[in-house]
């Protein structure tokens, strides 16, 4: 059986700790995998192997770094096929949305190519008589990345790049249940010429993650996972002294109007909610329909989700793959059967559904649940799995409040025909990310993605022009070349003004 070892200081190192975990295809039931899990000290190691990376990384020129980053990019384009084969058989998605997750991360090593000019400072002449100001901004030495499961390559592709060209050195803590995927690609950057000990990957669990945590070397804790974590991420390594920005978990809504073009959003409502298996942080989990859509939009919603064909993430036919775990597969469930109990219509259910040949693996078919009271548990939790719940409400102002009630404000969409009504949504809903007839509004890689309230913990989104202010520091130099004709200023103990 495959092990996965860690990656420190440029190369494959076997685990020490004694410790492993198993890597299973959600396809079969399987276990295919074994990963190592790292020990406090082994994560004392690679930390130390980014420190002492950082005393010439940290120096490197602009020129030396957009230029291994730009191999990389290279390399990373032409091993798109492997990586995205890598994610289906550890994560189960189909291979085309693989593919699509390997895309999204090399938007951000796009961004991290152009650092040159992210990183310019700002220069200020004659703000006092032969007085210069400077604004610049520098590294912050070893920075860590903590990852969820469901985007094994591209969530820590919003990190490390960013980074390491910002001139940081990384230790990343993928996901131990698809870690190989991360692996890959640190070997990948190795190969573009990133010198050893910049990216380092220690795999584990709780262990690795509270060590780096309380690391005194570790500068700052970028995590992407569920709100719980998140917020223990956050309290944690703040508590330590570190910069943390922590995204958290989701339940994001979806406002039809009744004025919406009703085919286009079932299209993007069963795109939004059932693709990657629901399992996505920017997944449409709960559509809030106003006055007369509801029964229309519903009826739409079902005859298109009846006819997704879900099977192993490696057949081409397949448009929906299973769960990440069993455990995950049946907590998803008991939602579903649960959901009359509290008051839910059931339209759809999935809990009975299989694959013929692959009956271990976690296959669960797509659920929808309408008329969904708020107080229910299908409601209030993110599922994260296809269930797609519907909620009613009679005007604007009811579906609003019903978004905004909720504890999470990562993304959001709203349907419509009216410009007016979109408008006001923008502004007036709660949430770090809006769509206009756009179901998941992913920024692209020059802007920040982020989420508001329990979806984020910190100031700072991640990439784009917030990811490069969070891995570096601001500092600005105030300079005075006194001409030596000037007479000299003599001592004042007056508070320094600019004249
Ligand atoms: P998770 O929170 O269980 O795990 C995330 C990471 O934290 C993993 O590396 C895991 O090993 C580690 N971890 C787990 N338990 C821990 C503990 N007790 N102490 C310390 N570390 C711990 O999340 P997941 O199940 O891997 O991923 C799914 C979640 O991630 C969902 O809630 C989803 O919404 C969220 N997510 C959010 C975003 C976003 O951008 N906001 C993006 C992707 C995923």
């Given at each position: 059986m495959k092990t996965v070892h860690h990656w420190i200081g440029g190369k494959s190192v076997e685990g020490t700790s004694g410790h492993s975990g198993p890597v299973t295809d959600p396809a079969t039931g399987a276990v295919t995998t074994r990963v190592d899990f790292a020990s406090a000290d082994e994560v004392d190691t690679a930390v130390a192997a980014a420190r002492s990376a950082y005393a010439t990384w940290g120096t490197s020129s602009l020129a030396q770094r957009t230029s291994v980053m730009f191999r990389f990019r290279a390399l990373l384009d032409e091993h798109r096929e492997e990586i995205a084969a890598l994610i289906t058989a550890e994560h189960g998605k189909v291979h085309s949305d693989a593919l699509g997750e390997v895309a999204r991360g090399l938007e951000i090593v796009d961004l991290a190519c152009g650092i040159t000019t992210q990183l310019k400072g700002e220069l200020s002449t004659?703000?006092?008589?032969?007085v210069d100001v400077a604004s610049i901004r520098q590294s912050l030495g070893v920075v860590a990345g903590i990852t969820p499961f469901n985007f094994p390559a591209m969530v820590p592709m919003w990190m490390f790049p960013l980074a390491i060209a910002c001139g940081n050195t990384f230790v990343l803590k993928p996901?131990?249940?698809?870690?190989?995927a991360s692996v890959r690609l640190a070997e990948l950057f190795a190969e573009a010429?990133?010198?050893?000990?910049?990216l380092n990957v220690v795999h584990g669990d709780k262990v690795a993650v509270d060590r780096l945590l309380e690391h005194?070397?570790?500068a700052a804790v970028s995590f992407v996972g569920s709100t719980p974590i998140a917020r223990h991420i956050h309290r944690t390594a703040t508590g330590h002294g570190k910069r943390v920005q922590a995204l958290g978990g989701a339940k994001n809504h979806m406002l039809v109007l009744p004025d919406a073009d009703l085919d286009a959003a079932a299209d993007a409502a069963v795109s939004a909610a059932y693709g990657s298996a629901g399992e996505r942080?920017?997944?449409?989990?709960a559509v809030v329909a106003v006055g007369a859509s509801g029964d229309a939009l519903v009826a739409k919603i079902k005859e298109r989700a009846e006819r997704i064909t879900i099977g192993?993430?490696?057949?081409?036919?397949?448009e929906m793959g299973p769960l990440i775990t069993k455990a995950h597969r049946d907590k998803v469930a008991s939602y579903v059967s649960g959901a009359a109990a509290q008051g839910?219509?059931?339209?759809?259910?999935?809990?009975g559904f299989t694959v013929e040949g692959y009956e271990d693996g976690h296959w669960i078919g797509l659920s929808l649940l309408d008329?969904?009271?708020?107080?229910?548990d299908a409601y209030r939790d993110?599922?994260?799995?296809?269930v797609l719940v519907v909620l009613r409400a009679e005007t604007y102002e009811e579906g609003l409040a019903i978004v905004n009630a909720s504890p999470y404000g990562n993304g959001t969409a709203i349907f419509t025909r009216d410009g007016g009504a979109a408008r006001r949504f923008q502004l007036e809903v709660e949430a770090g990310m809006v769509g206009v007839n756009v179901?998941?509004?992913?920024?692209?890689?020059?802007h920040s993605f982020g989420g508001w309230k329990d979806s984020l913990f910190g100031d700072h989104h991640v990439y784009g022009n917030d990811g490069v202010h969070f891995y570096t520091r601001g500092k600005v130099v105030t300079t005075r070349w006194p001409?030596?004709?000037?007479a000299p200023a003599g001592v004042d103990l007056g508070f320094p003004s600019n004249r």
């Open positions: 004659e703000v006092s008589s032969r996901s131990e249940k698809d870690p190989s010429g990133l010198p050893d000990g910049v005194p070397d570790v942080c920017m997944a449409i989990s192993p993430g490696t057949d081409p036919a397949s839910s219509e059931v339209v759809l259910d999935g809990t008329k969904v009271p708020t107080d229910s993110e599922i994260f799995g296809p179901p998941i509004p992913v920024p692209v890689g020059y001409d030596p004709a000037d």
